[in-house]
């Protein structure tokens, strides 16, 4: 792994930990295409961007908890695969379940992720495929989402990527002190690109096809000293491959009632 060394600074006063993670997205990075990322989709609610999510099956996407924490009406919530872009082009796709981790908390960030079941089986072709859910940790990987190239823009229409390094674990906590506890279900990376900012929850970190992380929390915009929290795939593993199992298929009464629409 890089060696990477960090100016270790004293965090001021933390902040609420909900609008801490409200929406990070990615500042600088190259503009991509769905194509290099074809697990990849887009999450929005009432028609507001939200964040992205990772395809691990045809029937379920993997994201974070904290993305749609508190947004209850699954009649909002819609997918979009196979686009470059959030708001046009590719298939879209409504949910009939969210279903969080337990034990995630907004006050420690442990155990952010969630699995959202699509209301119609995914069909994979060239643009949408799906994601293998990782044994252990990278070194390095890409981060990919719709991230701002500047701080007042909101969201950026064309997919972005971003190469990055993880951060050893030791490192990480000591650079973020005592305001947040860095778990065994968390891993840091960086990049020399800036990074994540504001409104892209969920953004998968992937190699070789290969999900390793999913964006969770950082400090904030524009703040390189300090290095972006992902949730490690591997730790939360057998949680998400027995809900799949347990929650299977949509039953058939819901099958019927979604054919009757």
């Known amino acids: 792994?890089?060696?990477?060394?960090?100016?270790?600074?004293?965090?001021?006063?933390?902040?609420?930990?909900?609008?801490?993670?409200s929406g990070l997205k990615i500042i600088g990075g190259n503009s991509s295409t769905i194509l290099r990322?074809?697990?990849?989709?887009s999450i929005s609610y009432n028609g507001t961007f939200m964040g992205s999510g990772a395809i691990i099956s045809n029937l379920w996407v993997l994201t974070t908890a904290s993305l749609l924490a508190g947004y209850r009406d699954l009649k909002m919530v819609k997918i979009r695969g196979k686009s470059d872009h959030v708001d046009g082009e590719g298939v879209t796709y409504r949910i009939h379940k969210i279903i969080s981790h337990p034990r995630f908390s907004f006050s420690t960030m442990d155990y952010d992720v969630a699995l959202l079941g699509v209301n119609k089986r995914i069909r994979f072709t060239r643009g949408l495929k799906k994601a293998r859910l990782a044994n252990g940790a990278p070194e390095k990987g890409v981060v990919s989402g719709w991230g701002s190239n500047s701080r007042s823009s909101y969201v950026y229409n064309q997919i972005k990527q971003i190469n990055v390094t993880i951060v050893n674990g030791t490192a990480c906590q000591q650079i973020y002190n005592d305001t947040r506890l860095l778990t065994n279900r968390m891993f840091c990376a960086v990049s020399d690109e800036y990074g994540p900012c504001w409104s892209d929850?969920?953004?998968?970190?992937?190699?070789?096809?290969?999900?390793?992380?999913?964006?969770?929390?950082?400090?904030?915009?524009?703040?390189?000293?300090?290095?972006?929290?992902?949730?490690?795939?591997?730790?939360?593993?057998?949680?998400?491959?027995?809900?799949?199992?347990?929650?299977g298929k949509p039953s058939r009464m819901f099958w019927q009632k979604r054919k009757a629409l």
């Open 201 to 247: 929850n969920g953004d998968p970190l992937v190699l070789n096809g290969t999900l390793y992380g999913l964006l969770s929390w950082n400090k904030g915009c524009f703040d390189q000293q300090f290095p972006s929290v992902f949730t490690k795939v591997s730790a939360v593993k057998r949680w998400v491959q027995m809900t799949v199992k347990e929650h």
């Open 1 to 21: 792994m890089l060696v990477i060394c960090f100016l270790v600074f004293l965090l001021g006063t933390s902040t609420n930990a909900n609008e801490e993670v």
């Open 37 to 41: 990322h074809s697990y990849q989709v």
